[in-house]
Every structure is written in C-alpha cells, then in structure tokens.
C-alpha cells in the first residue's frame, strides 16, 4: 500500500506539471506549450516546483505550487477510496482533469472541448478496464447512466437560465456523472446539489466581502469540479449522515 502511495505521489507530481503546462498553452493561447511548464516571460523551463524559471529565476504565479501540491494529495488520497486499485489509474486521471478543468474555468471562463473529450475518452476507458479486473467495484451501466442523468439536469438548467450556465458546464457534467455515477447513485446526486450548496455560499461570500460585484459572473464549473471531488472522496459518509 505505501507503495502504491509513492507511485501516486510520483503521478500526481508529474501531472501537476503537466496541468500546469496544459492550463498555460490554453490560457496564453500557445498550443505548443503544452507539454512542459515554461516561464512566462523567458520561454525557459520551469524549476521542480515550478514558482520560477530554471535559467533566470523569473517567479511565475504561485498558484502554480497550489495546483501541484492539491493535484498529488489528492491523487494519494484516491489510493484509499476507490472501490478498487484497478480503478486507480481511472480516478486519477479523473481528478487530474477536475484539477485542470478547475484551473482554466478559473482562468479563462471556459471549459474547452479539447481538454474535455480526451479526460471523458481516457478516463471512460481506464474506468472500463479497471472494472473489469475487479467486476465487484462500481457499475458501468450505473456510470452512463449518471453521465446521462447529470448532463440532461444541468442541460435543462442552462437553457431555463439563459446564458447563466455556459454549456461547457453542462458537458463537464456528463465527465463527473460518469465517475460518480460508477460509485452510486448518492454519488451522483452529492455532486449535483453540492455544486449549488458550494456555489451558493461562495456566492454570498464573495458578495459580502465585495470582492466580486453583483454583476460580475462566477464561473459555475469550479463548484461543479470541487463537489465532484468531494462526493467521490466522501459520499458514503455524507450519504450516511444524511439518511441518519
Ligand atoms: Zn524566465
């Protein structure tokens, strides 16, 4: 087992990189920038944490440092949640894609297709395989039906709220009802009315403090990503607590 959670440490650590990389091509609209993290200003690479460049020690966003070290914690926590450590390897790369998905919402407003088609594509099949190692642990028929079921809720929602919801979210929700909908049905319902909850108090937080305005738009994806992960990592529990 602490094997197993030095490998994901090792992955998480990598693929921090690799998130960071990606949401900076994106954000700066430099496609091929996208495999390791560069310096803003320089083009050089990145140091091992990536909060400065390797040649002139130009200081990047040290955000940079919160998105590896939230990447591979996570990625190691996932070690002792799923159903199966076949399914490892679909987890991780689905908390890598909430991770990446986060950070550019937050960045850019948007929720790109090329970062969404190959997380649903690799992850849907990492999901298959591991199940089938393991045909005990999770439901694949259950995971497309969350898939379904969220994406047809939020593609409601979005055309009732009139460009209030980006239909970016509404295909972010397909991704989340997949692999929450592979753990249960509670699953897929946390993450959903979560996003809200979550949504909701920060909205009301940001408003208070008025660190956002009335009028500015929040990106929705961000809730949607951090209740994903939360009912993935917790859902038994809070379904527990919740039925009593
Ligand atoms: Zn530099």
Not at 167 to 173: E, M, P, W, Y
């Amino acid at each position: 087992m602490l094997i197993v959670a030095a490998i994901a440490a090792l992955v998480g650590f990598v693929s921090g990189r690799s998130i960071i990389a990606i949401s900076d091509a994106h954000r700066m609209d430099r496609p091929d920038r996208w495999i390791t993290p560069m310096c803003d200003q320089c083009g050089g690479p990145l140091g091992v944490l990536t909060t400065q460049c390797r040649t002139n020690r130009h200081p990047q966003r040290r955000w940079n440092l919160v998105v590896m070290v939230v990447n591979t914690v996570l990625m190691v926590v996932m070690v002792g949640v799923v159903p199966s450590l076949w399914l490892w390897p679909a987890y991780a790369v689905f908390t890598a894609a909430m991770v990446l998905l986060t950070v550019t919402d937050l960045d850019t407003k948007l929720i790109p297709n090329r970062m969404l088609g190959p997380s649903l594509a690799l992850g849907g099949a990492l999901l298959g395989i591991g199940w089938l190692f393991d045909t005990s642990a999770g439901s694949p028929l259950r995971a497309l039906g969350g898939a379904a079921g969220y994406f047809a809720a939020m593609y409601l929602l979005a055309i009732l709220a009139r460009g209030g919801l980006g239909f970016g979210d509404v295909k972010l929700a397909a991704l989340i009802g997949l692999f929450t909908g592979f753990l249960s049905w509670e699953a897929v319902l946390i993450a959903g009315i979560g996003s809200f909850l979550i949504g909701g108090v920060t909205s009301i937080v940001l408003l208070v403090f008025r660190i956002r305005g009335r009028k500015d738009a929040i990106p929705f994806g961000p809730f949607m990503t951090v209740a994903a992960i939360v009912s993935v990592l917790w859902w038994q529990e809070i379904a527990a607590w919740y039925t009593g």
